[in-house]
């Protein structure tokens, strides 16, 4: 073990990529009415009552103004089919949004075609995360649509691959 505060960078973040997720593409719609939109593993339920989801925003992304500036955000979750979407998403050379084919919701933001399910969120806190800052939004819409999603783990992507059901034991007649 290392001496506290002397953790190997490495090594949080190969033991944090053994931390199989889901893939997000999270999205803000600009006052000018442009749309932005990023990468984003980390994402998670938060609450139920309210309902609550929360997700971290590298402190220098480009979306994080948006995100800050706009009252509600888009969460897609994509599907398994859409591990290109996710690379796209995340690169710094590219329009991303480019020939990506998007409803808009209610409240503005960009909800990609073929996700596995929409969320439209308003923000309703900001938290301090180290380099990252935590966007926690209250969930105004959730539609669930088709496939299953994409999975996120030791820097791959994948599919979810149920496992085969345990026989049970035998009675024991009792
Ligand atoms: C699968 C995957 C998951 C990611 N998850 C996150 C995340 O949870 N939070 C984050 O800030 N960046 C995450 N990123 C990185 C951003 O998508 C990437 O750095 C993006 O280029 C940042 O946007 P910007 O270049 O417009 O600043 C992820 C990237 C990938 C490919």
């Not at 509600?72 to 710094?92: E, V, Y």
């Not at 939004?137 to 994409?150: K, M």
């Not at 999975?151 to 085969?164: E, I, K, T």
């Amino acid at each position: 073990m290392n001496a506290p505060g002397h953790l190997d960078a490495a090594q949080f973040k190969a033991a944090m990529a053994c931390f199989a997720s889901g893939v997000t593409v999270v999205t803000a719609r600009a006052p000018d009415g442009t749309d932005h939109g990023m990468t984003v593993s980390s994402f998670c339920s938060l609450s139920l009552q309210p309902p609550l989801v929360l997700t971290c925003i590298d402190a220098s992304a480009t979306l994080l103004p948006h995100l800050l500036a706009a009252e509600t955000f888009g969460i897609s979750m994509l599907s398994a089919s859409q591990g290109a979407l996710s690379t796209r998403f995340a690169d710094q050379t590219i329009d991303r949004f480019d020939d990506v084919a998007f409803s808009r919701g209610a409240t503005g933001p960009a909800l990609l075609d073929g996700a596995v399910a929409h969320l439209e969120c308003r923000r309703v806190a900001v938290h301090p995360g180290g380099d990252h800052h935590i966007i926690v939004g209250e969930v105004l819409s959730a539609r669930v649509l088709t496939g299953s999603p994409l999975v996120y783990a030791q820097r791959a992507y994948g599919r979810v691959a149920p496992l085969p059901v345990e026989p049970r034991a035998p009675s024991d007649g009792s």
